[in-house]
C-alpha cells in the first residue's frame, strides 16, 4: 500500500495537457482545486501518520475541452522550515518532534510552550476556503495559507487571531447565495471560558470545559447553522502536556461511548438557539452531506461511525501492511453510515389528534408548555368513540407560568378548563385515569 499512497510526488508546477478520451462539455470551463498530502519523508526522517504530509495542491483546468494539470507543494512556513532544515522539525497531527537535545532547559521549555498549543503548523493540507476574492489553502489549525488559484504559489500568510479569537478552525466552510463565507472554530481562552464559535453569528460554550468536543465540519441550511456535539473529544490537559509526555496531537482525541450526541441548531440571523435541545445515542461524525428544511423541520445528512478507529486506519505502518493484512485489518473499522436527522423548527411539544382515514389532525399547543403524555377519559353516556375529555399535565419553562392540569374536549381539542397548580411540577412520563366507582365525598 505503502508505494501507492506515502510515496512522495514531485511537483508539476508548468501545465501539463492531459489525454483525453471521449467528449468533455464546451461549456465546462474553469480549474478544479485539490489539496492533499504529497510528501511523506524529508532526508532522513519520516511522518507517523498520513494527515502529517505537507500539502501538495494540483488543479484541473478545463478549457475549450480539453484539461491541464499542475501541482507545487504549499510553500507554509512548516514546509520551508523543514525543508532548510533537510528534515521534520515541525511536529504534526501524528508526528512529535523534539529539539536538538544539548539545547538547555530554558530552551526546551520555551519549545514546549509553543508546541503545546495547537497552532503549532501552518501545513494547510485539507482543503480551500474562499474569503471574497482570495482562495486560501486550509486544515483546522488558525493559520490559513493565501494561494494563486492559477499557478498555485503561496502568496501570503494569514492567522485567524488577527480578526478573532481561535485556536482551531474547520477547513469545510460554506457560502450563501451572497457570496459570504460561513464558517466555525473552538476558542480556549483563560478570561472569556472555552467556546465553540461560530463566526460572526454566535459562541457555545462546552459542555466540558476539559473535554470539548472535536468537529471537523457543520450543516447550515437557508436559515440554520447546524453544529453536532459529539462524544469525540479532545482531552485538554493531555494535549497541554502532550509535549512533555511524549503524545502527540491525535492521541489526544479519544471516543466518549457513554455520553450523548447534541445537536445544536442555530439560527443565522439571530444567533439564537432553538429552546429544545436534541440528543442521540454516541457516534462519530466528520463529515455532513447535505442540509436543508422542510415543512418547519430541518433535515441534514451525515456520515457517521460508531467509533473513531477509523483514524488508527492512516497510520503509515498501517497503510504499508502487506495488502492481504491491509484488507484484513480495515474489516475491523467501524463502517460509515449515512444517518438522516430531522429537527422541528418548532419545537415546543404539543398534543395532536390524528384521523388517519381522512388524513387530517388537530392539535393543542401553548408557547412555554410542554404537556405530559395525553390520556383519554370517556363521558359516561359516550357514543362516538371521542366522546369525552383529554388529561394532560403541563409543565412550563417560563418561570411566571404556573403549571396546570388541562382539560381538553377529546373531539376538538379545545380547551374545557385548567387548574393552576401553585406548586413546583415536575415533567413525567406515563400514567393512568382511575375513575371514581361511587359518588365524591
Known amino acids: 500500500m505503502a508505494a501507492k499512497f506515502c510515496r512522495n510526488i514531485p ?6 495537457k492531459a489525454e483525453v478520451s471521449g467528449s468533455i462539455p464546451l461549456w465546462l470551463q474553469g480549474t478544479l482545486l485539490r489539496n492533499g498530502p504529497g510528501l511523506f519523508s524529508i532526508g532522513n526522517t519520516s511522518f507517523n501518520h498520513w494527515f502529517d504530509g505537507m500539502s501538495l495542491i494540483h488543479s484541473f483546468t478545463f478549457k475549450h475541452g480539453e484539461v491541464y494539470y499542475r501541482s507545487k507543494f504549499l510553500r507554509s512556513n512548516t514546509y520551508l522550515k523543514n525543508i532548510s532544515a533537510n528534515k521534520i522539525v515541525v511536529s504534526e497531527f501524528g508526528t512529535m518532534v523534539y529539539p536538538d537535545p544539548c539545547k538547555n532547559i ?3 521549555f520555551f519549545t514546549h510552550m509553543l508546541n503545546s498549543s495547537a497552532d503549532f503548523t501552518d501545513n494547510n493540507l485539507v482543503n480551500f476556503i474562499r474569503y471574497g476574492d482570495d482562495y486560501y489553502a486550509s486544515s483546522e489549525v488558525n493559520i490559513i495559507n493565501q494561494i494563486d488559484p492559477l499557478t498555485l504559489d503561496t502568496v501570503g500568510r494569514v492567522s485567524y487571531k488577527k480578526y478573532i479569537s481561535l485556536n482551531l478552525a474547520t477547513a469545510h466552510p460554506h457560502y450563501d447565495e451572497e457570496g459570504n463565507t460561513y464558517n466555525m472554530g473552538t476558542a480556549i481562552t483563560p478570561l472569556s471560558g472555552p467556546k465553540f464559535v461560530i463566526f460572526k453569528i454566535c459562541s457555545i460554550p462546552f459542555r466540558s470545559k476539559l473535554y470539548p468536543s472535536y468537529f471537523h465540519s457543520f450543516g447550515m441550511t ?24 511524549g503524545v502527540t496531537w491525535g492521541k489526544c482525541l479519544f ?20 429552546k429544545t435541545k436534541f440528543c442521540s445515542a454516541p457516534f462519530v461524525v466528520f463529515h455532513h452531506i447535505n442540509a436543508y428544511e422542510e415543512d418547519d423541520h430541518v433535515v441534514f445528512d451525515m456520515i457517521t461511525y460508531k467509533d473513531s478507529n477509523v483514524y488508527d486506519f492512516f497510520y503509515i505502518d498501517c497503510m504499508k501492511q502487506e495488502t492481504e493484512k491491509f484488507i484484513e485489518m480495515s474489516k475491523t473499522l467501524s463502517p460509515p453510515v449515512c444517518q438522516r436527522f430531522v429537527i422541528p423548527v418548532n419545537a415546543d411539544l404539543k398534543i395532536a389528534k390524528v384521523d388517519t382515514y381522512n388524513k387530517t389532525h388537530i392539535v393543542w399547543s401553548e408557547e412555554d408548555c410542554y404537556p405530559s403524555e395525553p390520556k383519554f377519559v370517556a363521558s359516561p353516556d359516550a357514543v362516538d368513540e371521542d366522546d369525552g375529555v383529554i388529561l394532560s399535565s403541563v409543565v412550563s419553562t417560563n418561570p411566571s407560568k404556573s403549571s396546570f392540569m388541562l382539560v381538553l374536549d377529546a373531539k376538538t381539542l379545545k380547551e374545557i378548563a385548567r387548574a393552576t397548580i401553585n406548586a413546583t411540577v415536575h415533567l413525567d412520563l406515563h400514567g393512568l385515569f382511575i375513575p371514581q366507582a361511587s359518588e365524591m365525598i
Do not use: C, M, W
Request: no cysteine; glycine share 2%.
Open 255 to 274: 471516543f466518549d461511548q457513554d455520553d450523548d450526541t447534541l445537536f445544536h441548531i442555530i439560527n443565522r440571523k439571530t444567533g439564537v438557539a432553538l
Open 106 to 108: 530554558f530552551s526546551k
Open 222 to 245: 437557508e436559515n440554520y447553522i447546524i453544529f453536532v456535539e459529539q462524544p469525540f473529544k479532545l482531552d485538554i490537559i493531555r494535549l497541554i502536556t502532550a509535549y512533555f509526555r
Open 11 to 16: 511537483e508539476t508546477p508548468e501545465p501539463l
